[in-house]
Structure formats: C-alpha cells, structure tokens
C-alpha cells in the first residue's frame, strides 16, 4: 500500500464537522490515516499474522471484519499458506472495498481470499477457526454487539480465536482524560495538528463508540468464550484475544 495519500482531511477549519463516513475520501489516505492514528496500528498487524499461524486450522475459514483495505487479511495470508485455509474478507463501504479488491489483484496470496460487501452484523459464520475485528467493532451499534459476539461465538470452531482491537474508554474520567490526552500527544507527534486532532476528534464522535476493557471482557465471557486477555495495550487503544 505504498501509494497512499497523505491525510489532511481535517487540516482546514470544517465549520460545522460533518459525522465520519467511510467515504473515496478517506479511502484515498486510509493506510496513512490509520497508521498515523492508531498507536501500535503496525504491531498489532503484524501479531494479527502470528497469532493467525499459531490458531488457522487446514481447511477451515478466517474472517477479517471490517477489512478496510486487506491489511488484517493480508497479515494473515502470509502467514497461513498452504493450509487450505480460505480468508472471508468483509466491509460495508463500497469505497473501501473496490481499493481493496484493486490492492488484492495486485498482490500474490497463497491463501484463497473472498471479498464480501455486507453488514458483518448480517454475514453467515461458520467453521471458523479464527475471527479478526481489528478496529471494527467500535463502529457497529451498542445493541447489536452482544447478538455480533455470539454470532462469532458459534462460527467459531472449538479452539478458534478470536482477535478484538479497539479504542478503550477508561473509567473513572480523570482516566479516560490522561489516555485520550497521551492519544493525542502521539497524534501530534505524527504530525497532525491541534485542529485536525480536534475536527477529527468532533466527526467521530456517536460514531466510533468506545468501551471498557472490563465491557468487553464480560461480553465475550458472557458469550460463552473460554478466555479472554488484551494481549497488547498502548494509551486507549487495545487488542485482545479470545478463545473458544
Ligand atoms: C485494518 N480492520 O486495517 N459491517 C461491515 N463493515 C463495517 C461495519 C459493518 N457493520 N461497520 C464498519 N465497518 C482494518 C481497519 S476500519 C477502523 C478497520 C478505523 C468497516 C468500515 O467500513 C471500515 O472499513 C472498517 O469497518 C473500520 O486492520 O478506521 O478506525
């Protein structure tokens, strides 16, 4: 993904800032957009892969939901080759999933991958032996996420994983101050702006809804997966793994 634009989406003064879309704008300076504000962004990749080597079985299925541009998927390609495994690679943005089909023609996969246009909360999921929401969660609405775990639940193999990143909130609201605070000071030091960290911060909100650690522990729990652990923390945002 080399040929991603820089992202100045929200360098100038919006007035009043619109709520965030997955739109051909953002699309065009995702992979620069994502890396620039997500702490760990490249680690948890690059763990995504080796957790996905450790947990793929032969001849099972892996979903990525919410794949943006095939990062995740492309993580786990290649590090499961030659298992007869199949990737199912999903999104709801017909922008970012025509990048995404583009980038994945281009690029040579072991591993049989599947593009599917759809709402993850909709989507069948079965003979899994690993599931991916990196970052995706987040997006779908509070009342659907406990019927989406379960869903994930029952897809999943016995055994299967399930690997979980997201923004954080912390309580109490001093807390949740510090970490968005020490957020923020990453974001400036990759070079975004009071404003663009501030407009950005305004369109996302009651969009990306984030949660506890504890919240999320407690569902997947309660869904019924033997174990749960963040494996990776940085500031607010985490990355958890879960095991059938
Ligand atoms: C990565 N995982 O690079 N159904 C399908 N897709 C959805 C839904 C939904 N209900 N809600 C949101 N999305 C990727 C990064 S980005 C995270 C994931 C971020 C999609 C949405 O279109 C977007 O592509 C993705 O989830 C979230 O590892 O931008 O912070």
């Known amino acids: 993904m080399s040929d991603s634009n820089h992202d100045n989406l929200f360098a ?41 080597y450790r947990y793929v079985q032969p001849n099972t299925q892996c979903y990525d939901l919410g794949c943006s541009l095939g990062a995740s998927t492309l993580a786990i390609s290649q590090r ?19 990048k995404c089909s583009a980038i994945m023609s281009k690029t ?31 997006f779908v609405p509070l009342e659907q996420r406990h019927s989406l775990l379960e869903k994930i639940y029952r897809g999943l193999n016995p055994s299967g994983c399930l690997i979980l990143s997201e923004k954080l909130n912390f309580e109490p609201e001093s807390l949740n101050t510090l970490l968005s605070e020490l957020h923020h000071d990453f974001k400036r030091a990759q070079g975004y702006s009071d404003l663009e960290i501030s ?7 009651n969009v990306l809804v984030p949660e506890t650690l504890e919240t999320h522990i407690k569902r997947i729990r309660a869904c019924g997966f033997q174990s749960a652990s963040p494996w990776f923390q940085c500031f607010n945002f985490c990355s958890l793994v879960a095991i059938k």
């Open 12 to 52: 100038n003064p919006l007035g009043k800032v619109p709520g965030f879309v997955f739109d051909q704008a953002v699309v065009d300076v995702f992979p620069d957009m994502i890396s620039r504000s997500v702490p760990g962004y490249e680690t948890i990749l690059s763990h995504t892969g080796e957790l996905a």
């Open 80 to 98: 499961i080759g030659g298992r007869g495994a199949k990737i199912i690679a999903v999104d709801n943005s017909n922008a970012m999933l025509e």
């Open 108 to 138: 040579k996969s072991a591993t049989d991958i599947e593009l599917v246009n759809g709402d993850i909360c909709h989507i069948e999921i079965s003979n899994a032996s690993l599931v991916v929401m990196n970052f995706t969660l987040q």
């Open 199 to 205: 407009q950005k911060r305004d369109s996302i909100e």
